[in-house]
């Protein structure tokens, strides 16, 4: 089983920064890919960000320029560093694992979520 929990959301300014941390605990084998997805109230729920396990990211286009995505694999971290916020970017931030644990096929894990809010 592999245990995913996010940190470092909050209130912050139209314009300002927030860094988001998520770790991936447990009988883990490999990691394939870490990524970053939210959802506001009555949306569905969408891609932010993507890094697969080569190094490749992925943004929505909402985000890119503004947003980066980062890894830390001696810690099993993943980041996401947002700047420039909009009060639109206000969501609910989840982090998802696609990880083998050991002795399991691969399957993708989910946190509980970060509540991100943008707003003066």
């Known amino acids: 089983q592999v245990q995913v929990v996010e940190s470092g959301g909050g209130l912050v300014q139209p314009g300002g920064s927030l860094r988001l941390s998520c770790l991936a605990s447990?009988?883990?084998?490999?990691?394939?890919?870490m990524g970053w997805y939210r959802q506001a109230p009555g949306n569905e729920r969408e891609l932010v960000a993507h890094?697969?396990?080569?190094?490749?990211?992925t943004y929505s286009d909402s985000v890119k320029a503004r947003f980066t995505i980062s890894r830390d694999d001696a810690k099993n971290t993943v980041y996401l560093q947002m700047n420039g916020l909009k009060p639109e970017d206000t969501a609910v931030y989840y982090c998802?694992?696609?990880?083998?644990?050991?002795?399991?096929?691969?399957?993708?894990?989910w946190g509980q979520g970060t509540q991100v809010t943008v707003s003066s």
């Open positions: 998802q694992t696609t990880a083998q644990s050991i002795g399991v096929a691969v399957d993708d894990y």
């Open positions: 890094i697969s396990r080569g190094g490749i990211t």
């Open positions: 447990g009988t883990i084998f490999v990691i394939h890919a």
